[in-house]
């Protein structure tokens, strides 16, 4: 099969290298990969190959100061043949088409593996938002609603909150498209606050969902998660919940985490809550209690049952990938995984959970908060909980059986059960 490539648009003088570390070939390696072993025809390959819509639009903004200042803001729905787009908007200064467009793929996938009615989107504006002031991070959010008006809503594209955006932004826009449409419509988005149709169980739901794959995991390889030591690089929100609902829900124990800025090891265990508590002080979890320091790249060769990477991509690669000895390595984070560590990780007997299958808990919950307002009705915290088990537990097995199935490792297999359910979509619709 031919390989294309989708141009950087919003830096055109920076032409992307074509490895591992550009997002959307990375992706696309592991879709390729998939799609011969499904034997996907040409003509829906080439379709599936290529986005559906890119949306790149202006977005001006009277800063505090009065003077206009003009963002750039983006869209992209990659497929829509399961249902509307979704996916979230971020506000980052490094924002470009390439990132968006392998997160909107990544979207579509993971909607698919969770058998949610949804296509993959994602979107963002080109800011940085520690030089804004809230006024201005409204007007933008506003602007970047208003600009996009005719291509959003419940029935078209279902943006969420993302890099740098919250249940604040999300609120902005929601009131900024209702404006626009005249009625309060708040399936728009998702990831509100409660009050204005939000769900329960959103803050936790993408650490929720990876623990339940690894509880699940672990079952099919026979180990007991009880005691078992876990590792956990990144911990912000998601990996905070994945410490403690590791304890809540597993009994294991916290041997290492880190952040940005630094981590701390201790094999006899760590208080996640108190582990948080100093970071919120301090800023990081280097040097709580006095602990032994741990790097990030130490903490992903540390001898642990599972290691749970929910920070950044590409921190597995072909340099370390030999040496990670975690039996479960769950990707909280997206991308945390390089195409060629990938082999050598299946090769040594390394039970990866694809991100895009272990960090769907959080588009799960979204979809559930979709459900909820478009039917006004609302959910008590303990139904989004079984609500979120059930359909993550199902797509483990159906990822590990196609795995067993195809002699595969479970990323591919992951690729293989969205891919097999979009085509069946496009061909049903006759799209193909």
């Given amino acids: 099969m031919m390989s294309t490539r989708v141009p950087n648009l919003i830096h055109a003088d920076k032409d992307p290298v074509l490895n591992e570390e550009n997002p959307f070939e990375a992706m696309m390696e592991r879709f390729d990969r998939a799609a011969e072993l499904l034997d996907l025809e040409p003509g829906l390959y080439a379709v599936l190959r290529h986005p559906e819509k890119q949306v790149i639009t202006s977005v001006p903004v009277r800063m505090d100061n009065g003077e206009v200042e003009v963002f750039q803001g983006i869209r992209v729905l990659y497929n829509t043949s399961r249902g509307p787009a979704k996916g979230g908007i971020r506000f980052d200064a490094n924002v470009t088409l390439d990132e968006v467009t392998a997160l909107a793929a990544w979207m579509t996938w993971k909607c698919a593996v969770v058998d949610i009615p949804y296509g993959g989107g994602k979107g963002g504006v080109i800011c940085d938002p520690k030089d804004l002031s809230q006024s201005e991070l409204e007007r933008i959010s506003r602007g970047f609603v208003r600009a996009l008006g005719r291509f959003i809503g419940p029935e078209r594209d279902v943006p969420a909150p993302d890099v740098y955006t919250n249940p604040q932004t999300m609120a902005w826009m929601m009131d900024e498209y209702s404006a626009l449409v005249g009625y309060n419509a708040p399936g728009v988005i998702t990831g509100k606050p409660i009050p204005l149709g939000g769900s329960l169980g959103r803050g936790d739901a993408t650490a929720r969902g990876t623990v339940y794959c ?140 694809p991100d895009f299958l272990c960090n769907a808990g959080g588009v799960t919950v979204s979809y559930f908060e979709w459900v909820q307002n478009i039917g006004g009705f609302y959910w008590k915290i303990e139904e989004v909980h079984e609500r979120l088990k059930e359909r993550m537990v199902k797509s483990f097995h159906e990822t590990h059986n196609m795995a067993k199935e195809q002699n595969t490792d479970n990323r591919t297999a992951a690729y293989m059960l969205s891919i097999a359910r979009v085509a069946e979509a496009m061909r049903l619709r006759g799209w193909v």
């Fill in 214 to 353: 690894v509880i699940e995991a672990a079952d099919v390889l026979g180990m007991d998660l009880k005691d078992a030591s876990v590792a956990i690089q990144g911990y912000g929100n998601a990996g905070y919940y994945c410490a403690t609902l590791m304890q809540e829900l597993a009994g294991s124990r916290i041997v290492a985490m880190t952040d940005s800025r630094g981590g701390v090891l201790d094999t006899g265990g760590i208080d996640p809550d108190e582990a948080f508590r100093h970071k919120q002080s301090t800023g990081s979890v280097s040097g709580f209690n006095g602990l032994k320091p741990v790097t990030n790249d130490e903490l992903l060769e540390l001898d642990v049952d599972v290691l749970i990477p929910a920070a950044i991509e590409n921190v597995i690669t072909g340099e370390n990938a030999a040496n990670v000895k975690a039996k479960i390595i769950a990707e909280a984070a997206n991308g945390p995984t390089t195409p060629e560590a990938d082999e050598i990780l299946f090769e040594n007997g390394r039970y990866v959970i």
